[in-house]
């Protein structure tokens, strides 16, 4: 987890040296994967914070003010998570319409970026009033209602995968017609395909939702489901800077580069 973090840290910092020092050009893109970076290190220290309160501990061995903090701490990951996975979705079709500056092009990052955000923003929402009152989360005791949890976790991870697609294959008829070489059109391609991991990711996460939302083992179940939702963040956050880090690499490496 902290590897994946630091791998990211140090390629946002890459990718903002590329572009405000050897390009001196930053651009919508650069500030969305910053905000994305910083919600990704939420989703992290959120964990972090977690582990403190019974995650990867057995459920029985907590006392009921302990649940209740793990439960508290889960409840402000998943919204953290959302507001990253949003934030690197914007990251991806704002750098298509810097990169791919024609009209039909941008006018399908737009569209995309209305579904992203406004996806995001209902997720964030219908997580925060998962329960009525919200307190419900994480207050056992009380008389809440909430959600069904596993379909609409479910619901959440088919919908992001779905755009995960979306966004991965929206570039492709674009590259496709760009006067390069055969070489530097598969070179690109694969740079701009790099949000395949993400997509893989987050079908693997999938699989652990059940057992995370159905288990009477919920700090123990969970461990699974944090590691995936903080690689998929950071991998997201990771694969849209690389594309960017040329000009640094023709600057460090000119002989490889060229």
Request: aromatic fraction near 12%; include cysteine.
């Amino acid at each position: 987890m902290s590897t994946m973090l630091g791998l990211a840290t140090v390629t946002v910092a890459a990718r903002f040296y590329t572009r405000l020092v050897i390009i001196k050009q930053l651009g919508a893109d650069d500030w969305a994967v910053a905000v994305s970076w910083l919600f990704t290190l939420g989703v992290g220290i959120t964990a972090i914070v977690a582990t403190k309160y019974g995650l990867g501990r057995h459920t029985s061995t907590l006392d009921p003010e302990t649940f209740a903090g793990f439960l508290q701490c889960l409840y402000a990951l998943i919204i953290i998570y959302n507001f990253a996975l949003g934030a690197v979705k914007a990251s991806f079709l704002l750098q298509y319409r810097r990169v791919f500056g024609v009209s039909r092009m941008l006018l399908l990052c737009n569209i995309g970026l209305g579904i992203v955000v406004l996806w995001s923003l209902l997720q964030v929402f219908l997580t925060a009033f998962f329960c009525s009152p919200p307190s419900g989360f994480w207050d056992i005791t009380g008389k809440s209602k909430c959600l069904p949890e596993l379909p609409f976790w479910y619901m959440n991870a088919a919908v992001n995968i779905f755009t995960d697609l979306m966004i991965l294959i929206l570039p492709l008829p674009a590259l496709s017609k760009l006067k390069l070489g055969r070489t530097q059109k598969y070179v690109l391609t694969g740079l701009f395909s790099l949000g395949f991991f993400t997509c893989a990711i987050s079908i693997i996460r999938i699989q652990t939702l059940k057992s995370a939302a159905t288990s009477r083992d919920p700090t123990w179940e969970n461990v699974a489901a944090a590691c995936y939702s903080i690689a998929e963040t950071t991998c997201g956050t990771i694969c849209i800077s690389v594309p960017t880090l040329r000009p640094l690499l023709a600057k460090a490496l000119p002989q490889i580069s060229s």
